[in-house]
């Protein structure tokens, strides 16, 4: 079974521009969460959609969006990017069915190092 | 307020030794718990967890964790440590009651170890 896919892994933008993250869940995997991590803040919860329904946000200002599609897969977009927003986003897939062994567990993937300048 | 603590940023091991990786969380009933593994430049990989059941639970690459409720804890250990578990440790925990929406992380412990 393939692996929750990170595109692009590794991206440089220039302040001001803005970005757009692309994850691919697992299959069967219709709970998509995104992070933020940073040496300074560690992991920091952006959002989680969940048959295309953001079901919960963090604390991050409005620059900062998300959708998912009908096929699972996720997108998140930064705009008007500032210096701060340098970071490794990881996206993280769940299975949501019921009591199965391997439900409710995050599975990442490798993330999308961004670099502000 | 409700967190998840990792009190050591970094511990270094020598290499056969063993390991406890300390966590703590203040949540009001009992959560169900993680422990996830980073190497540099990847994502994380979960290593085990603990939703119910019994208190110490067995998970990949030699690592076990127990379930403390009274110390409120959940900590990492490894009887003999190998240079390849030289990574990032994380902590992870979803409140009782099962919303499964949200993931709280702690600031995660860096292992060195020495050959």
Same mark, same amino acid.
């Given at each position: 079974?393939?692996?929750?896919?990170?595109?692009?892994?590794?991206? $440089?933008?220039?302040?001001?521009?803005?970005?757009?993250?692309?994850?691919?869940? $697992?299959?069967?995997?219709?709970?998509?969460?995104?992070?933020?991590?940073?040496?300074?803040?560690?992991?920091?919860?952006?959002?989680?959609?969940?048959?295309?329904?953001?079901? %919960?946000?963090? %604390?991050?200002?409005?620059?900062?969006?998300?959708?998912?599609?009908? %096929?699972?897969?996720?997108?998140?977009?930064? =705009?008007?990017?500032?210096?701060?927003?340098?970071?490794?986003?990881?996206?993280?897939?769940?299975?949501?069915?019921?009591? =199965?062994?391997?439900? %409710?567990?995050?599975?990442?993937?490798?993330?999308?190092?961004?670099?502000?300048? | 307020?409700? /967190?998840?603590? !990792?009190? *050591?940023? @970094?511990?270094?091991?020598?290499?056969?030794?063993?390991?406890?990786?300390?966590?703590? &969380?203040?949540?009001?009933?009992?959560? &169900?718990?993680?422990? &996830?593994?980073? /190497?540099?430049?990847?994502?994380?990989?979960?290593?085990?967890?603990?939703? /119910?059941?019994?208190?110490?639970? !067995?998970?990949?690459?030699?690592?076990?964790?127990?379930?403390?409720?009274?110390?409120?804890?959940?900590?990492?250990?490894?009887?003999?440590? @190998?240079?390849? *578990?030289?990574?990032?440790?994380?902590?992870?925990?979803?409140?009782?009651?099962?919303?499964?929406?949200?993931? &709280?992380?702690?600031?995660?412990?860096?292992?060195?170890?020495?050959?």
């Amino acid at each position: 079974k393939a692996g929750v896919t990170q595109t692009p892994r590794y991206l $440089i933008k220039t302040r001001g521009q803005q970005v757009t993250l692309s994850c691919s869940p $697992i299959s069967g995997h219709r709970s998509v969460s995104w992070y933020q991590q940073t040496p300074g803040q560690g992991l920091q919860f952006l959002f989680e959609y969940f048959s295309e329904t953001q079901r %919960n946000k963090g %604390n991050f200002p409005g620059r900062f969006s998300g959708r998912q599609f009908s %096929n699972s897969r996720s997108e998140m977009n930064v =705009s008007t990017l500032e210096l701060g927003d340098s970071a490794l986003y990881l996206c993280a897939s769940r299975y949501t069915g019921g009591e =199965s062994s391997g439900a %409710n567990v995050l599975t990442f993937g490798a993330g999308s190092r961004l670099t502000v300048l | 307020a409700q /967190s998840v603590t !990792q009190p *050591d940023i @970094h511990i270094t091991v020598s290499e056969g030794a063993s390991l406890e990786l300390r966590c703590n &969380y203040s949540y009001g009933a009992t959560p &169900y718990l993680f422990w &996830y593994v980073q /190497s540099p430049g990847q994502g994380l990989q979960l290593l085990l967890k603990y939703f /119910s059941g019994d208190t110490l639970v !067995q998970g990949i690459k030699g690592f076990e964790a127990e379930f403390k409720r009274s110390q409120s804890s959940f900590n990492l250990r490894k009887p003999s440590v @190998h240079w390849s *578990d030289a990574a990032e440790y994380f902590c992870a925990v979803v409140p009782g009651g099962g919303n499964f929406n949200k993931f &709280y992380f702690g600031s995660g412990t860096k292992l060195n170890v020495k050959p």
